[in-house]
T-cell receptor, first 118, second 109 residues
Framework: GAVVSQHPSRVICKSGTSVKIECRSL??????MFWYRQFPKQSLMLMAT?????????EQGVEKDKFLINHASLTLSTLTVTSAHPEDSSFYIC??????????????FGPGTRLLVL | EDQVTQSPEALRLQEGESSSLNCSYT??????LFWYRQDPGKGPEFLFT???AGEEKEKERLKATLTKKESFLHITAPKPEDSATYLC??????????FGTGTKLQVIP
């Protein structure tokens, strides 16, 4: 099956620093990747759609200058949380669609990155 | 606006006690309905995609069914390792996936 990886799995940083999270599709190419945020005991909230070779599309209320997304290749998207603050602490999850697979509509998720901003 | 409602919010079963989880949805132009399993502190794990009413899919003790208004995830003779939160999501014509809030399943030995 399609595999998506994320790195790092956990990160602790000081307030004001920037944190980069990588999302990779390991065995398939993904022209579109998605970034989600999940608060405890809540469902996934879509932050942005990452498009290979073009600018990301952000959901309403998500600051594009705060959450920088780069989708430089068909297998890699990065999310950079700039000038992180404690309220940015959350569980960030990426997903990707296997464009060449039989289930082209299905999103496969990474294992998530737990961010704690002190 | 697409909506997904899952019930119950939480379900506690004895090992071997079969049951069903419900996912009611409204969507503009259904392109797919998805079931995922999520363990604490991990990303959702893909289970099934259903595309049209009447479709059914099975995997081990799980069976997913779909009608025009809802989907059921049937769990037959569950084991403790089936304990997790089960998420339902729909993809509409506008290409956005909408998730439900999930059903937290606990299977007691």
């Amino acid at each position: 099956g399609a595999v998506v990886s994320q790195h790092p799995s956990r990160v602790i940083c000081k307030s004001g620093t920037s944190v980069k999270i990588e999302c990779r599709s390991l065995d398939f190419q993904a022209t579109t990747m998605f970034w989600y945020r999940q608060f405890p005991k809540q469902s996934l909230m879509l932050m942005a759609t990452s498009n290979e070779g073009s600018k990301a599309t952000y959901e309403q209320g998500v600051e594009k200058d705060k959450f920088l997304i780069n989708h430089a290749s068909l297998t890699l998207s990065t999310l950079t949380v700039t000038s992180a603050h404690p309220e940015d602490s959350s569980f960030y999850i990426c997903s990707a669609r296997d464009q060449g697979g039989g289930h082209q509509e299905t999103q496969y998720f990474g294992p998530g990155t737990r961010l704690l901003v002190l | 606006e697409d909506q997904v409602t899952q019930s119950p919010e939480a379900l506690r079963l004895q090992e071997g006690e079969s049951s069903s989880l419900n996912c009611s949805y409204t969507v503009s132009g259904l392109r797919g309905l998805f079931w995922y399993r999520q363990d604490p502190g991990k990303g959702p794990e893909f289970l099934f995609t259903l595309y049209s009413a009447g479709e059914e899919k099975e995997k081990e003790r799980l069976k997913a069914t779909l009608t025009k208004k809802e989907s059921f995830l049937h769990i037959t003779a569950p084991k403790p390792e089936d304990s997790a939160t089960y998420l339902c999501a729909v993809l509409g014509a506008h290409q956005k996936v909408t998730f439900g809030t999930g059903t937290k399943l606990q299977v007691i030995p």
